[in-house]
């Protein structure tokens, strides 16, 4: 499985964006993908997952009610969309699969795009 992410850039903050996840090599329905981002000097952590077959989503605290995670199946993609972003928001955000992981299971996931760099300015 590759995975690629893109969408990252910079903005204003309250500002939006929308990541991808292009999945290729298998069906992305068929995998529990996971949103995880790193901010400089930081560890990684856990934003967002959408389970698979059902495509029922869930979010870390933080980004509830700001951020949705649709999968579009005929595109074999998964979007991150995110709204009201903070300047502490800024990180390298990152897809990942997995077919059993533990959603917020960073360790879990066996698959990792390369990441997609997300700038907020004050």
């Known amino acids: 499985v590759q995975l690629q992410a893109s969408g990252g850039g910079l903005v204003q903050a309250g500002g939006s964006l929308r990541l991808s996840c292009a999945v290729f090599?298998?069906?992305?329905?068929?995998?529990?993908m996971g949103w995880f981002r790193q901010a400089p000097g930081k560890k990684r952590e856990w934003v967002s997952c959408?389970?698979?077959?059902?495509?029922?989503?869930y979010f870390a605290d933080f980004v509830k009610s700001r951020f949705t995670v649709v999968r579009d199946n005929a595109k074999n993609t998964v979007y991150l969309q995110m709204n009201k972003l903070r300047p502490e928001e800024t990180a390298v955000y990152f897809c990942?699969?997995?077919?059993?992981?533990?959603?917020?299971?960073?360790?879990?996931?066996?698959?990792w795009g390369q990441g997609t760099l997300v700038t907020v300015s004050s």
């Open positions: 990942a699969a997995d077919l059993y992981p533990t959603c917020n299971g960073y360790s879990e996931y066996e698959f």
């Open positions: 090599g298998r069906t992305v329905r068929n995998y529990v």
């Open positions: 959408i389970s698979r077959e059902d495509g029922y989503s």
